[in-house]
């Protein structure tokens, strides 16, 4: 009887371990941003100055001084519009990273872009974003 519960768990063990997924021999290629357009409307926040020089998700180094940002969702290099819905200034970033994380937010962007948006005092702002083709 122990012998077949034993015989049963190391056979259901080999069946899951074989239907699992195997890692690629090449590493995977980010995914081409898709051709349907993305707007969204929400809070922006900027990457504080010590993220600057840090690993990003993709494996670039942050550069507070590039128009780049953060978001949950939209795949890497993506373009997107940033609208500054309080005075209506825009600017154009790449997305390189993950984020944010805090509730409420939908996007992070770099020191540059935040400057373009005139949001460096408040911190935060309401903004509308819009992917590019």
């Given amino acids: 009887m122990r012998l077949t519960r034993f015989t049963t768990l190391l056979l259901l063990a080999l069946l899951v371990s074989g239907c699992a997924d195997r890692q690629p021999t090449q590493p ?6 898709t051709q349907e357009r993305f707007s969204q409307s929400g809070k922006a ?13 993709n494996g670039e180094t942050h550069d507070q001084n590039a128009l780049v940002a953060a978001h949950r969702s939209l795949p890497f290099g993506t ?12 600017v154009v970033v790449r997305i ?7 509730r409420g937010r939908i996007i992070d962007l770099s020191r ?9 005092t408040s911190g935060v702002i309401r903004v509308r974003i819009e992917t590019l083709p």
């Fill in 28 to 33: 995977a290629k980010a995914p081409k941003a």
């Fill in 45 to 57: 926040s900027y990457y504080a100055r010590m993220h600057h020089g840090q690993r990003t998700a």
């Fill in 79 to 90: 373009r997107v519009r940033v609208t500054n819905e309080q005075n209506g200034k825009q």
């Fill in 96 to 102: 390189n990273d993950r984020g944010p994380f805090r």
């Fill in 112 to 120: 540059a872009a935040a400057a373009q948006l005139d949001m460096l």
